[in-house]
């Protein structure tokens, strides 16, 4: 499996604490038999922190993991908030995709979406970013109104779904829109979204999506839509 977003390089951003949090949210995943973790800090630490920073974190946690024989790998990447400073900074090269790549890992505001967010949208994509937009189902903005969602897919962006939606652990509005949105025939991927070692549920989230709706749909949710947002990386 693949865990695309993730927030565990050390006291970086909300995510894990120290090294040793980070190392246990790498036991954690292990555990529940994923082989790559992009790392994706929220944009504006990485931009506080600088990119090279973030470079060298998960550099220095590859290595770490070598060391220690773990069959894990960590990617980069970041989460960042719709804005209209989007688009310049992607074609300047600062907003780091996933893997390095041309998929942005790109979140809402969660209560308003402005007026202008669809040329904001647009904007991003003329710039060259194709997109993944995150947790679409606890985005209150999206969640409350599916036409939104609808039109983000007719623009061909991507959906991440978080793990722990799948389960109810956002509560049942978001688990129903996390459901719908899987049940689409749109690129959509499952992450786990962990920011500590309190709670990572990928393994449960993907046997209930197979249970639910067949082995096909989860490996491509768990496996191949993520492998191929990272350029084909490989984590069957």
């Not at 039109?151 to 991440?160: T, V």
């Amino acid at each position: 499996m693949i865990d695309l977003h993730c927030h565990l390089l050390p006291a970086f951003d909300d995510g894990a604490r120290d090294w040793t949090e980070t190392l246990e949210m790498c036991q954690l995943a292990i555990g529940a038999g994923v082989k790559i973790i992009v790392a994706t800090p929220h944009w504006r630490e990485v931009k506080r922190h600088g990119s090279q920073r973030m470079y060298q974190l998960v550099a220095e946690l590859n290595q770490r993991l070598q060391q220690l024989d773990w069959p894990l790998e960590i990617k980069p990447g970041c989460e960042a908030m719709l804005s209209p400073e989007l688009p310049a900074a992607w074609r300047q090269g600062k907003l780091p995709g996933l893997n390095g790549g041309e998929r942005l890992l790109l979140e809402l505001p969660w209560d308003y979406l402005g007026h202008n967010w669809l040329e904001q949208i647009y904007q991003l994509q003329l710039a060259g970013a194709s997109l993944a937009i995150a947790h679409p189902e606890r985005t209150p903005a999206l969640a409350c109104d599916w036409s939104k969602i609808q039109r983000l897919a007719e623009l061909e962006a991507g959906f991440q779904i978080t793990a722990g939606s799948l389960l109810g652990a956002f509560g049942t509005e978001a688990e129903k829109i996390a459901w719908r949105v899987l049940k689409q025939d749109w690129p959509v991927a499952v992450a786990g979204d962990a920011h500590d070692a309190s709670y990572y549920v990928m393994a449960r989230a993907y046997e209930m999506v197979k249970g639910k709706l067949g082995q096909a749909k989860a490996e491509a949710a768990f496996i191949f839509v993520p492998r191929s947002w990272l350029g084909g990386a490989d984590a069957s």
